[in-house]
């Protein structure tokens, strides 16, 4: 089976930078995405790892260290519309197997 | 580009009716449907996924079901709901190739009295 711990919630200021962070344990590991969720509405993809490194996509970058388990989301000149929640999720060795953390909740304030 | 649609938006039963919701998919072929759970305060749980018509795998034992009566249209039912089954309806797609990312449609919010 698979684990994945993130932080429920975090705050930061506008423009500043973020860091969310991912652990997990797994039996069987095939990429880990990151998704945003905004208040209400469906999860949106924003990023996908499967080799170790940084992806860099605009204000968005993930890691992955394959070895640690461990993942970041990093979130660049923080804008009002980030608020949002941002789900970590891993794929195990079925292609369709996704196991979605319960997601960190971001405020971005003034 | 592909789209997903799902209806309706919101649904309010009461204990003991059926239920239907619907996701249908366009500008694909072939794609992979997934339906997912979300209850409040919890992640997305899986219910059932299809890789083609007719063809339904169930990840979790309780009083749903799914059919894929077309290629791109896939189907989430109840004969009798259950209190526990209130949260939002997720319906998503993916491609069988490449990174599999999954899509997701705009939900349903299911509230059960």
């Known amino acids: 089976g698979q684990n994945i711990d993130q932080p429920t919630e975090m705050t930061a200021t506008e423009g500043a930078i973020v860091q969310i962070n991912c652990t997990y344990q797994t039996s069987g590991f095939n990429g880990l995405f990151w998704y945003q969720q905004h208040a209400g509405e469906a999860p949106t993809f924003l990023s996908y790892n499967v080799l170790d490194g940084l992806e860099e996509k605009g204000r968005f970058s993930s890691f992955l260290s394959r070895s640690k388990g461990y993942s970041y989301l990093l979130l660049k000149e923080l804008q009002m519309k980030d608020s949002a929640s941002y789900l970590c999720v891993t794929r195990g060795a079925g292609s369709y197997q996704l196991t979605f953390g319960k997601g960190t909740k971001l405020s971005v304030i003034p | 580009s592909q789209t997903i649609h799902q209806w309706p938006a919101t649904l309010v039963q009461p204990v003991g009716s059926p239920l239907s919701l619907e996701c249908t998919v366009e500008g694909t072929s072939n794609p992979n449907l997934y339906w997912y759970r979300q209850a409040a305060g919890r992640g997305l749980q899986l219910l059932f996924y299809?890789?083609?018509?007719?063809?339904i795998s169930s990840e979790v034992p309780q009083n749903l079901s799914a059919s894929r009566p077309q290629d791109r249209q896939f189907i989430l039912s109840s004969k009798k709901l259950l209190l526990s089954d209130s949260g939002f309806y997720l319906c998503?797609?993916?491609?069988?190739?490449?990174?599999?990312?999954?899509?997701f449609g705009p939900g349903t919010r299911l509230t059960v009295l």
């Open positions: 299809s890789v083609g018509i007719g063809q």
């Open positions: 998503a797609w993916s491609r069988v190739s490449g990174t599999d990312t999954q899509y």
